[in-house]
């Protein structure tokens, strides 16, 4: 397929339409994975401070055989990988940082959903460590997910510190993402990064234990064989006050939005200097045990007495991933608008590569439910972005890139979809 350059910005050539625009640096061809059901669209999770209106994404990467980052990465999982010579490995940290009179000795970070239940409570169970939890709070929390979250902390046994960020500045900021990136998490993505370091430094705790590797979902392979999390994951050039935007807007200009950049710090990384000094250590207990969701997900109930829903989540066909947030299924919607990717399709495509269903089997549900609109917030979400539904349809509609999307009488269609 022809694609040009033309005046900063990307164009294929339709055969009937003529030229369409490609979007945010996506590749002009759409591919999709030939073992899950992801596309190359998919961006990798960028450095998120540097995110602008108009900045260009890096995409996940698909080898000679078709096959994507992640897919290529479980492979090796689930074969390659000597997970008694890696839980020895976990089993020696621990005993390096075991506090012998009951102290917090390490750090999980999580909402009270399955993976977090697993970490803090195997680490305690089965290792021996006295976990301290922390929580950067959703948006609007579910009742089914503060159920969780309470029954994480008193059934499981651990103190927690439970963080709200300002609610008017939190929501300022949402609207900002959403109407600038389209991107309403952004805000919480950032918060939450950047809390547990802080609780870390705050508590002298030098063991941070995060559950998975984002990078298996897609980032750049190399980082998903390191136990630990590089330093600079969470720092950032912070002096600079226009080099640092929050949902699109520079730092310096926030006061214009009714916002003070003071009032910014909860989102703001923690001194870097704790962490390049190694001072704490940031690990994955995704590296050193098998982490399989639906494991977790049971673990939980047995220990817990975790919830799934009594119904599936809107945009897909599961019942207990990320529950405990009323906004999240817009998240997902924000990227099948901007990169045709819906929130089934993170779902069936973690399936397949933890080998719970078959390809054509998540074919089928991505058809069936990817692009479904979550109506059951919407009204508490139009609230919380304090904008009306024909504004909140615009702004996302500014969004869609027309190499993926074609505007028809019964509305917007997708050009290319996974079979
Ligand atoms: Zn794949």
């Not at 390191?226 to 935007?245: C, H, N, P, V």
């Not at 299924?329 to 990169?339: A, D, M, R």
């Amino acid at each position: 397929m022809a694609s040009f350059e033309e005046g900063g910005k990307t164009f294929v050539e339709h055969p009937h339409e003529g030229s369409l625009e490609v979007k945010y640096g996506l590749p002009p061809e759409v591919k999709f994975c030939t073992n899950c059901v992801i596309s190359n669209q998919r961006p990798s999770s960028a450095a998120e401070f540097r995110h602008r209106p108009d900045s260009k994404k890096t995409t996940i990467g698909f080898d000679d055989a078709g096959m994507c980052d992640a897919c290529r990465y479980a492979e090796r999982k689930n074969a390659a990988v000597d997970w008694r010579e890696r839980e020895a490995k976990l089993r020696e940290l621990c005993d390096r940082y075991r506090s012998r009179n009951g102290s917090y000795d390490c750090l999980v970070p999580g909402s009270g959903g399955k993976d977090s239940v697993f970490a803090s409570h195997t680490l305690k169970a089965e290792y021996g460590m006295h976990p301290l939890t922390c929580t950067w709070a959703p948006h609007l929390y579910t009742n089914v997910g503060w159920r969780n979250f309470e029954n994480w902390i008193h059934k499981g046994g651990f103190d927690n510190y439970l963080f709200t960020p300002n609610g008017e500045i939190h929501r300022k900021l949402t609207r900002l993402a959403y109407i600038n990136l389209l991107h309403p998490f952004q805000p919480f993505i950032l918060g939450q990064k950047n809390f547990a370091p802080k609780v870390a430094q705050r508590f002298d705790l030098p063991l941070v234990f995060y559950g998975e590797n984002e990078a298996e979902y897609g980032n750049p392979i190399g980082e998903n064989t390191e136990a630990q999390r590089r330093a600079e994951y969470f720092s950032a050039e912070t002096g600079d006050l226009d080099s640092i935007y929050l949902g699109g807007v520079p730092l310096s200009r926030m006061p214009e939005h009714g916002i003070e950049p003071t009032q910014l710090e909860p989102y703001l990384p923690a001194d870097p200097a704790a962490l390049d000094a190694g001072e704490i250590e940031v690990h994955y207990l995704g590296y050193y045990l098998k982490w399989t969701p639906q494991q977790n997900y049971y673990y939980a109930v047995e220990h817990i007495q975790f919830e799934a829903n009594s119904e599936r989540t809107e945009g897909t066909y599961s019942k207990y991933n990320s529950i405990d947030d009323k906004t999240d299924p817009f998240h997902y919607w924000t990227t099948l608008v901007k990169f045709g990717i819906g929130r089934a399709t993170y779902d069936a495509s973690q399936e397949i590569r933890n080998r719970h269903i078959e390809r054509d089997e998540a074919v089928a549900l991505v058809r069936r439910y990817d692009e479904e609109f979550p109506r059951k917030y919407f009204p508490e979400f139009l609230e919380y972005l304090s904008l009306d539904e024909e504004e909140f349809f615009d702004i996302a509609d500014r969004f869609r890139s027309p190499h993926l999307w074609r505007k028809t009488n019964e509305g917007w269609e997708l050009r290319h979809k996974v079979a």
